[in-house]
C-alpha cells in the first residue's frame, strides 16, 4: 500500500503536502513528528476519511483515493483510533463481534427471528471471536461489560475489534496514548505479534520514541505536514534534521 504526492489542506491550511510513503507487505511502519505535522491526517486520507485534493492513495495497485471508509475497510485496510471507540454497555465479546459484521450475510429479520442459518452463522464467527480473544489474552474478561473494564483493557479490545475485519493492513494511530509503563510493553509485545502471527504490515503513529525505536523497522518523520525523513531507527536517530524538528539533542 502506498500513497503518492498527497497534497491536503483546510480552508487554505496546508496538512500535508507531497506526502509520499510506502508500506511494506511485512513490517512495523512508524510514524512520527510533532503535534500537528499531519500524522493523524496521513492516516485519515489512507483509510479513506479524508480524500487529498491531489496525490493519490494506492492499495494492491488499485487507486482507492476518494473511497468512503467503508470500502476501504472492506479491502482490508484496518484502523484504530487515538481515542478508545467502543460500545461500553455490550461485553468484551459482543464488541469483538461488531468488527466481524461485514463477514455476516444475515439481514436484520432473518436475525431478529433467529432462523437455523443465522445462528450457525453466528456460531462459526463467535469461533474466530474467541481466536482473538485468546491472542490478545483477555480470556478473563470476555463476558465483561467493556464500560467496567481498565482502559489499558479497553484498548487491546479496540485492537481485537481491528483485528477481527481480518485486515491486511493495520493502521495503529497512538495505540499507547495515556499508558503506564506495564502496558505500554504489552501493548508493544501484541504489536509484534500482530506482525509476526498474522503477517500484515503495522503502521503506527507514537510518540514514545523508545517504544517507536524498539519496535518499528522503518520510520517516516513529518514536520508540518512535510517529510523530513525516512529510514530504520538507527538512521533516524542521527538525522540532524529530525533532531531539531522533533527529537532534540
Not at 491472542?135 to 479497553?154: M, P, T
Request: charged letters at 25%; a negative charge.
Amino acid at each position: 500500500m502506498k500513497t503518492e504526492n498527497i497534497n491536503l489542506s483546510f480552508g487554505g491550511v496546508d496538512a500535508l503536502t507531497n506526502v509520499s510513503i510506502n508500506i511494506g507487505t511485512d513490517e512495523i511502519l512508524a510514524i512520527i513528528g510533532p503535534n500537528g505535522a499531519g500524522k493523524s491526517s496521513l492516516l485519515n486520507c489512507i483509510n479513506g476519511y479524508y480524500h487529498p485534493q491531489e496525490g493519490g492513495v494506492f492499495f494492491q495497485d488499485i487507486n482507492i483515493t476518494g473511497y468512503k471508509p467503508h470500502r476501504v475497510a472492506a479491502l482490508g485496510v484496518g484502523r484504530t483510533f487515538q481515542g478508545v471507540q467502543l460500545f461500553p454497555g455490550l461485553t468484551v465479546i459482543e464488541n469483538i463481534m461488531t468488527g466481524r459484521h461485514r463477514y455476516l450475510k444475515s439481514n436484520l429479520l432473518q436475525s431478529f427471528l433467529y432462523f437455523p442459518w443465522t445462528w450457525r452463522e453466528e456460531i462459526r464467527e463467535r469461533e474466530k471471536v474467541e481466536e482473538i480473544i485468546d491472542f490478545l489474552e483477555i480470556k478473563n474478561i470476555r463476558h465483561q461489560l467493556v464500560g467496567s473494564i481498565s482502559y489499558g483493557l479497553r484498548k487491546r479490545l479496540d485492537i481485537g475489534r481491528a483485528l477481527a475485519m481480518e485486515p491486511t493492513v493495520l493502521l495503529m494511530d497512538e495505540p499507547m496514548a495515556g499508558m503506564n509503563q506495564e502496558e505500554k510493553e504489552d501493548m508493544a509485545r501484541f504489536i509484534i505479534d500482530i506482525r509476526e502471527a498474522k503477517n500484515i504490515p503495522v503502521v503506527i503513529i507514537e510518540h514514545d520514541m523508545q517504544v517507536v525505536m524498539d519496535i518499528a523497522d522503518r520510520i517516516y518523520v513529518l514536520d508540518w505536514g512535510h517529510i523530513i525523513a525516512e529510514g530504520t531507527p538507527a538512521e533516524i536517530k542521527q538525522n540532524t534534521a529530525v533532531i531539531k524538528a522533533y527529537l532534540g539533542e
